[in-house]
T-cell receptor, first 114, second 110 residues
Framework: KAGVTQTPRYLIKTRGQQVTLSCSPI?????VSWYQQTPGQGLQFLFE???????NKGNFPGRFSGRQFSNSRSEMNVSTLELGDSALYLC?????????????FGPGTRLTVL | SQQGEEDPQALSIQEGENATMNCSYK?????LQWYRQNSGRGLVHLIL?????REKHSGRLRVTLDTSKKSSSLLITASRAADTASYFC??????????FGTGTRLKVLA
């Protein structure tokens, strides 16, 4: 099976811009989670989607949003970028039918905000 | 905030030696996952241990879980330079989201 793919892998933006990141899950997986990783805060949960519905949300401002399509692919959007949004954004794919499913991670998108 | 905390934060050993890292968590868990992350890349799943298990093996990996102490340990035996990475524990707590620890940076010297 193909793994989780994320595009783009690297992105450079300036403050105030917006960005959209994409995640394609493993075939057959219906759930996608997003995480932000920074040196200072570590891995922080952003949100989780299952069958096109947001099922769980972390403690991030409303500038961070996401969606999931009928083919389970997911996008996350960050509007009005701030310097502190510079991070590695990871998505994880899993079946989603059990709370304890193993999550499989993509390679991440490295976002740099200047 | 992070639930899990790995200890030590950084570890440097010689190739062939064993590496042990610990993870402590604050609340009850359902299961615990261990992941590896090579520099700046995605996380690779290593092993899952359920709350009713005490020990689990996978190749050169051995994971233990002590629910009374709210801690888990990951042992890598006969380490190799390729094991150089950061290691994280993660707990789901039944809410479909993972709470990650702070990670242990392991460096294996050839």
């Amino acid at each position: 099976k193909a793994g989780v793919t994320q595009t783009p892998r690297y992105l450079i933006k300036t403050r105030g811009q917006q960005v959209t990141l994409s995640c394609s899950p493993i075939s057959g997986h219906r759930s996608v989670s997003w995480y932000q990783q920074t040196p200072g805060q570590g891995l922080q949960f952003l949100f989780e989607y299952f069958s096109e519905t947001q099922r769980n949300k972390g403690n991030f401002p409303g500038r961070f949003s996401g969606r999931q399509f009928s083919n389970s692919r997911s996008e996350m959007n960050v509007s009005t970028l701030e310097l502190g949004d510079s991070a590695l954004y990871l998505c994880a794919s899993y079946r989603g039918t059990e709370a304890y499913d193993t999550q499989y991670f993509g390679p991440g998108t490295r976002l740099t905000v200047l | 905030s992070q639930q899990g905390e790995e200890d030590p934060q950084a570890l440097s050993i010689q190739e062939g030696e064993n590496a042990t890292m610990n993870c402590s968590y604050k609340t009850s868990i359902n299961n615990l996952q261990w992941y590896r992350q090579n520099s700046g890349r995605g996380l690779v799943h290593l092993i899952l241990i359920r709350s009713n298990e005490r020990e689990k093996h996978s190749g050169r990996l051995r994971v233990t879980l002590d629910t009374s102490k709210k801690s888990s340990s990951l042992l890598i035996t006969a380490s190799r330079a390729a094991d150089t990475a950061s290691y994280f524990c993660a707990d789901t707590s039944g809410t479909y989201k993972y709470i990650f620890g702070t990670g242990t940076r392991l460096k294996v010297l050839a």
